[in-house]
């Protein structure tokens, strides 16, 4: 920029003033350019070029005062926005592995037809000789050991299956809490003045 200036014969230490009624710092140096490169004559004429009075009383203290306060606000807001951002980050990120380990339980339970072959095991109860200690169903009721079993064996898987639904169910709407706070706090995250 200075060799610009000199090559138009403008020295640089009178277009600096440091004043409070320039409101453009360039203003001068624009003036004085356009001045140069448009006058017929290529001489430069100072009475061309608008003067700015050195008039300064120091800074307004409204303007600073409102100013340093919309600073510290936006600063709050900002500290604010972040921490609450790193606590929806964090409460997301458990929630979600929460929500996929009891879903993905559930949904093992749920079709765990699927996944295992035609065979259980069971514990049954016997003597020390050994004799086989038969459930009431057997032993009151007259029914055969292997139907005793059988029922037994629908209960249990019912009742397995019906866990697995609810797991299921609860997995997905274990969900419902991080999406509502993120609704509600959509609007409040975002700064306004």
Not at 49 to 57: D, K, L, M, V
Not at 71 to 80: K, L
Not at 133 to 153: C, D, N
């Amino acid at each position: 920029m200075t060799d610009e200036l000199a090559s138009l014969n403008i020295t640089w230490k009178p277009l600096i003033r440091n004043t409070a009624e320039c409101k453009d710092p360039f203003q001068l140096l624009d003036e004085m350019v356009r001045v140069k490169l448009n006058s017929e004559s290529r001489i430069f004429d100072c009475s061309n070029i608008r003067s700015c009075e050195f008039n300064c009383q120091g800074p307004n203290e409204v303007i600073l005062r409102s100013q340093t306060h919309a600073s510290a606000c936006t600063m709050e807001w900002y500290a604010h926005a972040s921490s609450i951002g790193f606590v929806m980050i964090t409460t997301v990120y458990i929630i979600a592995n929460i929500s996929r380990i009891i879903f993905m339980r559930g949904i093992v339970k749920v079709f765990w037809r699927h996944l295992v072959t035609n065979r259980f095991s069971y514990l049954a109860s016997c003597t020390e000789s050994g004799r086989v200690i038969y459930p009431e169903a057997v032993t009151e009721k007259g029914e055969s050991f292997k139907r005793t079993i059988m029922k037994e064996l629908r209960v249990a898987l019912g009742r397995f299956e019906r866990e697995g639904m609810l797991e299921t169910i609860f997995g997905v709407l274990i969900n419902a809490p991080w999406i509502a706070i993120l609704v509600i706090l959509q609007n409040g995250l975002e700064f306004n003045e």
